[in-house]
């Protein structure tokens, strides 16, 4: 990738801008010999040759962020986004990445889950179809300490989403009508 300018050498902001990253993450690749850089006092100059060999290169093999534009962001959820539709923690997120059960791209320092990957692992639910432990127990007098004991017993289907537990409404319907 060729820059068009006359300058041969760049500070670490105007790497920054070029390579639309964090200084922070120019100041990592530099520490960690990534990106070829000359020391002059407490400032860091980088070559523009050795700048653009590195674009052409290396940074395609350091997390390139596969192209994710502000249109297809409307495609994926945030960490933050799954732990509040599903009442699972954060760091239940994260582990489920880490061990490789949940997919995500890394953008700078935020995780991008696919949406459609989201609704897939998390069965697809659609929660007019279900009961939560709470609406089952307000509509059947059965308290929803019970519920959850039954549930457990699998004496009455459900699964578990996150923190809580979905029950169809199908089924529980008929379980209600059976103890009327």
Same mark, same amino acid.
């Given at each position: ?22 200084? *922070? ?10 990106? *070829? ?12 040759? &050795? ?8 940074? *395609? ?8 534009? $502000?249109?297809?962001?409307?495609? #994926?959820?945030?960490? &933050? ?29 935020? #995780? ?8 897939? #692992? ?22 929803? #300490? ?10 009455? *289907? ?10 169809? $409404? ?11």
């Amino acid at each position: 990738m060729q820059i068009k300018t006359d300058k041969e050498w760049f500070a670490i902001k105007e790497v920054s801008a070029i390579v639309e990253r964090s200084i *922070p993450t120019i100041r990592k690749w530099i520490d960690n010999g990534i990106l *070829p850089a000359v020391k002059y006092g407490v400032h860091y100059q980088i070559r523009k040759n &050795e700048l653009e060999t590195f674009m052409q290169h290396t940074m *395609p093999t350091i997390g390139n962020r596969d192209n994710i534009t $502000k249109t297809s962001l409307k495609n #994926y959820y945030t960490i &933050e986004d799954v732990s509040k539709m599903y009442a699972v923690k954060e760091e239940t997120i994260r582990r489920w990445i880490r061990e490789n059960k949940l997919p995500a791209r890394k953008s700078g320092r935020t #995780y991008l889950l696919e949406k459609n990957v989201i609704s897939n #692992y998390f069965r697809n639910t659609n929660t007019d179809n279900y009961y939560t432990v709470e609406e089952v127990s307000s509509l059947s007098n059965i308290k929803d #300490y019970t519920i959850r004991k039954l549930i457990r017993e699998k004496k009455i *289907p459900a699964f578990k989403s996150g923190k809580i537990y979905l029950l169809e $409404k199908n089924v529980i319907s008929t379980i209600i009508a059976m103890c009327k």
